[in-house]
């Protein structure tokens, strides 16, 4: 199953997914899934797509769950 949710995100890159409620923790969980793995270079390509949103928090709907600061994926 992992190994299958790393090829769609290997075949779909995340610059040409739709940014709407879920986009920011998704984000996040993906990057994180990335350092995880120990596929830092996926992962780092996903910094340039965060980076605009660093000082916001990434949250699913209305707080159901909140992954934190953006900016603490890479550091800031």
């Known amino acids: 199953?992992?190994?299958?949710?790393?090829r769609i995100l290997r075949d779909h890159?995340?610059?040409?997914?739709?940014?709407?409620?879920?986009?920011?923790?998704?984000?996040v969980l993906c990057a994180e899934g990335g350092v995880r793995r120990t596929d830092?270079?996926?992962a780092a390509e996903?910094?340039?797509?965060?980076?605009?949103?660093e000082d916001r928090l990434a949250?699913?709907?209305t707080s159901l769950?909140?992954?934190?600061p953006m900016a603490s994926r890479w550091g800031g």
Not at 1 to 6: D, I, L
Not at 46 to 51: A, D, I, Q, S, T
Not at 65 to 68: I, W
């Open 1 to 6: 199953m992992r190994e299958r949710a790393f």
């Open 13 to 27: 890159p995340a610059s040409d997914w739709p940014v709407n409620w879920s986009w920011l923790p998704v984000m």
């Open 40 to 42: 830092r270079r996926h």
């Open 46 to 53: 996903l910094v340039p797509l965060m980076r605009p949103w």
């Open 59 to 61: 949250v699913f709907g």
């Open 65 to 68: 769950l909140c992954l934190g």
